[in-house]
């Protein structure tokens, strides 16, 4: 009896021990064969199609559906103007946008990669060859807005909780549908082009901030320095203001509502090439920056001691002898740092990611990326970007009800209209968002940029978070 009940305990460990073996190899051979099309896809539709049978839900911040497979077929969302707006961000399955989730989270969309013993619960679940589904942090609702307010025109809006570093908006226009990216045809002329991310554009008077900034940093900082603007630069026989017949005598207060090119040149070569250098090293102009696993273009600033290079670098106007380019998401955090009291947080697209069997992970946490200025500097420099809405050029951005902190922008492009910019951010704890507006040829940023901030700006200050 005893070699009998030995002998069944015999088997059952061996029959165990089979079956462990054999859905380890079930395990093992699934991941093999996903792998295996994972590398074979890319050579046409029809397998990349496939692939995406089972792949994960793309939805924004409030469980709105962006992309998601049903029936084995991956749709885009429902509403064509969303599905614009947020195109150059969600991506297609194809992947003709390599800088997307679609394309940098597609592993785990497809349910690739997981370890052997997640795989293996999800497997006996009944979930293993589901992906994983992804919360965005951008609203939907508020991109389709902001790309409506573009009207078509070539820029971009980015809109960024500066307390947190989640990106609620990052819109590229022109843009184009899903289906006509997959087909690969009917695509306007730079409609893949994701100018939040992308974009390289000089910031204009919005450069005044960081301008400013040094300024307020020098140890030879003079509250009484002021200038006489008549209109022309006495440093640069090219620097004629926007204003004409210029502002007069002007302080540093009233120059910064105004946008007087006079005075910050003038400022610039007080101060010296390496304290502009130094205060955009400071902000992280030129530092290498992410969104999660998505690529951001690289600021680029290099200046001069010629005195008019400098002041055209000062007001930030590149010319022959410097160069000067941010993105929009740059923009925005310049803006939001300012607003946060120094702090610039690191921005984030993804807000958690979610497994077949509801488990959420790889959740999203605020993060300093560094510390731009002092908190009293920040504090002047807000006193000065809400005289620009109060008094001066970003009157065109007020909303009722709010006190908004900005500045406007006007670039000049050879051959081409200006640009106009915009940047700036609501003075409130409870609705702490960051904008920034980029029209390309859009002509003065007061009358182009500032009033579509404005309205973002009274619509985002409704979020609740």
Not at 128 to 155: C, F, K, Q, V
Not at 285 to 307: A, E, N
Not at 371 to 384: D, F, N, P
């Amino acid at each position: 009896m005893r070699l009998l009940i030995r002998n069944l305990k015999v088997a059952l460990l061996l029959f165990l021990a089979l079956s462990l073996a054999l859905l380890t190899g079930l395990v093992i051979q699934q991941n093999r064969s996903r792998n295996e099309l994972f590398a074979a896809a890319g050579e046409n539709k029809a397998a990349l199609k496939s692939r995406y049978a089972n792949a994960g839900t793309i939805v924004d911040r409030n469980g709105v559906v962006l992309a998601e497979s049903i029936d084995g077929q991956r749709t885009y969302s429902r509403d064509k103007g969303v599905a614009r707006a947020v195109l150059h961000l969600v991506g297609d399955y194809t992947h003709n946008i390599d800088n997307t989730i679609e394309a940098r989270y597609q592993a785990n969309l497809l349910g690739s990669g997981r370890n052997l013993l997640h795989q293996l619960i999800l497997d006996l679940s009944g979930h293993g060859l589901a992906g994983d589904n992804i919360t965005l942090a951008i609203d939907s609702a508020l991109s389709e807005r902001a790309y409506d307010l573009l009207d078509g025109r070539r820029g971009s809006v980015v809109i960024i909780n500066y307390q947190t570093g989640a990106v609620l908006t990052a819109v590229s226009s022109p843009s184009t549908s899903p289906a006509s990216v997959i087909a690969y045809k009917d695509i306007p002329d730079t409609a893949l082009f994701n100018r939040a991310l992308q974009g390289a554009y000089a910031p204009g008077s919005t450069f005044k901030i960081l301008t400013a900034a040094a300024w307020l940093e020098s140890s030879n900082f003079d509250s009484e320095y002021s200038v006489d603007c008549q209109g022309q630069s006495t440093v640069s026989a090219d620097g004629a203001d926007e204003s004409g017949d210029g502002h007069g005598k002007v302080d540093l207060t009233e120059a910064f509502a105004e946008s007087c090119n006079v005075y910050f040149g003038e400022l610039g070569v007080k101060m010296g090439n390496r304290s502009l250098l130094a205060i955009a090293d400071d902000f992280g102009l030129t530092s290498p920056l992410t969104l999660g696993r998505l690529d951001v273009r690289t600021g680029i600033i290099s200046g001069t001691d010629d005195p008019t290079a400098l002041s055209w670098l000062s007001i930030g106007q590149p010319s022959g002898e410097t160069t000067l380019q941010m993105t929009p998401l740059q923009m925005a955090m310049m803006a939001g740092a300012i607003a946060n009291e120094g702090q610039m947080m690191q921005p984030w697209l993804v807000d958690h990611l979610t497994d077949p069997a509801g488990r959420d992970f790889q959740n999203a946490k605020p993060t300093v990326l560094r510390t731009v200025a002092s908190r009293q500097i920040c504090e002047q420099l807000e006193t000065l970007m809400i005289s620009v809405t109060e008094n001066g050029t970003g009157r065109p951005a007020a909303v009722k009800g709010l006190a908004i902190a900005g500045k406007t922008g006007t670039v000049q492009v050879e051959g081409k209209k200006n640009n106009a910019l915009y940047v700036g951010y609501i003075v409130d704890e409870k609705s702490p968002y960051a904008i920034a507006v980029v029209i390309e040829e859009g002509g003065s940023g007061r009358e182009a940029a500032a009033p579509i901030a404005g309205k973002l700006l009274k619509m985002v200050s409704s979020l609740q978070e």
